[in-house]
């Protein structure tokens, strides 16, 4: 069974920056792609960036040019730095993997920007 753990996250001024981090455990062979996703009030989750194990990366609009994210295969963690962070920016935010045609989720960690 795999499992995603994420870390980091808390509370921050607009304009700072924080690293969210995510630690994979359980049998993890092959391709896979993992992300983070984050859930805004009241709007559904939405992908913020992605990277697969071939090095791959998604970033969502909003995401590009502030927020770069990182994957070590070998000890299956995936960081995302996010800097210049905006008050939009606030939500829960999770890992995600993708291997075999299943989807995992973390727990979430909570990222709140304040003005």
């Known amino acids: 069974q795999v499992q995603l753990m994420e870390s980091g996250g808390g509370l921050v001024q607009a304009g700072g920056s924080l690293s969210l981090s995510c630690v994979a455990s359980?049998?993890?062979?092959?391709?896979?792609?993992m992300g983070w996703y984050r859930q805004v009030v009241g709007k559904q989750r939405e992908l913020v960036a992605e990277?697969?194990?071939?090095?791959?990366?998604t970033y969502a609009d909003f995401a590009k040019d502030r927020f770069t994210i990182s994957r070590d295969s070998v000890r299956k963690t995936m960081t995302l730095q996010m800097n210049r962070l905006r008050p939009a920016d606030t939500g829960d935010y999770s890992c995600?993997?993708?291997?075999?045609?299943?989807?995992?989720w973390g727990k979430g960690t909570q990222v709140t920007v304040s003005s």
């Open positions: 359980g049998r993890i062979f092959g391709p896979s792609i």
């Open positions: 995600s993997l993708i291997i075999s045609d299943r989807r995992f």
């Open positions: 990277m697969t194990s071939g090095g791959r990366t």
